[in-house]
Nanobody, 125 residues
């Protein structure tokens, strides 16, 4: 099992920045990919960004490309999501996820085996 704990959410004005962290524990040697998803009220959970556990590959949703940066340090078992130029539409609960499979479907919720409890990000206008 892998446990994931997110932190760093909060309230920020539009145009501001936040940095989310995800700390992994347990059988972290089984992780191939780490991802971030978000879910706004009344909407489906959607893909935001992903990174290979080795840190060599990253993948972003078009809606955040150029504004968000995912990074990780597998020695610290931590992944970060730096969010800049935040918009009101970025308001959501952000979830960290881990996948045991190294594949090409990083954007799919079904590709992930473990999930954190989520952290709220609220962007005000």
């Amino acid at each position: 099992q892998v446990q994931l704990v997110e932190s760093g959410g909060g309230l920020v004005q539009a145009g501001g920045s936040l940095r989310l962290s995800c700390a992994a524990s347990g059988r972290t040697f089984s992780i191939y990919v780490m991802g971030w998803f978000r879910q706004a009220p009344g909407k489906e959970r959607e893909f935001v960004a992903a990174i290979s556990w080795s840190g060599t590959s990253t993948f972003y949703a078009n809606s955040v490309k150029g504004r968000f940066t995912i990074s990780g340090d597998n020695a610290k078992n931590t992944v970060w999501l730096q969010m800049n130029s935040l918009r009101t539409e970025d308001t959501a609960v952000y979830y960290c996820a881990a996948s045991k499979v190294d594949g090409s479907t990083w954007y799919k919720r079904s590709s992930y085996d473990y999930w954190g409890q989520g952290t709220q990000v609220t962007v005000s206008s």
